[in-house]
């Protein structure tokens, strides 16, 4: 004697999802670099690094998080951001326009975001900052 199986098409499985911090730091950069005002991110030794590596052709070798540290806990970041910013942009402008995209960008992805830190640089004058 056999037995069927009877499956519900609308069951579905449960279990957990989480969202790494690598992938809130490289959705945090990419929003970031899209405010007008921000020239690039990250510290002075990064950014020698990469012009470093720029120089040999390894140009995206750690582009995608440099700049950002992100922690999530229970589906909420916490998000910390390097930025150099423009001459003649306001600081205060650009950093509120920072947390704006940043959080608008990372919450379309499901997450809460319960605090953005922004430390600005460098002002790059005349062209990409030192």
Do not use: W
């Not at 005002?37 to 470093?52: T, Y």
């Not at 942009?89 to 326009?97: F, G, L």
């Not at 997450?111 to 600005?120: A, G, S, W």
Request: one cysteine or more; aromatic letters at 2%.
């Amino acid at each position: 004697m056999t037995q069927e199986l009877q499956m519900t098409p609308d069951a579905v499985a449960g279990g957990r999802t989480d969202i790494s911090d690598e992938v809130v730091e490289k959705i945090a950069v990419a929003a970031a670099k899209a405010v007008p005002g921000v020239v690039e991110l990250g510290g002075d030794v990064a950014r020698f690094f990469n012009a470093v590596l720029d120089r040999v052709g390894l140009d995206q070798v750690g582009d995608a998080r440099r700049g950002c540290s992100a922690h999530v806990t229970n589906g909420a970041a916490v998000i910390n951001l390097v930025i150099v910013i423009d001459a003649g942009h306001s600081v205060p402008e650009v950093t509120s326009a920072v947390r704006a995209g940043v959080t608008q960008a990372v919450e379309a992805y499901g997450l809460q975001v319960d605090e953005i830190n922004i430390r600005v640089d460098d002002v790059a004058i005349g062209g990409p900052a030192a």
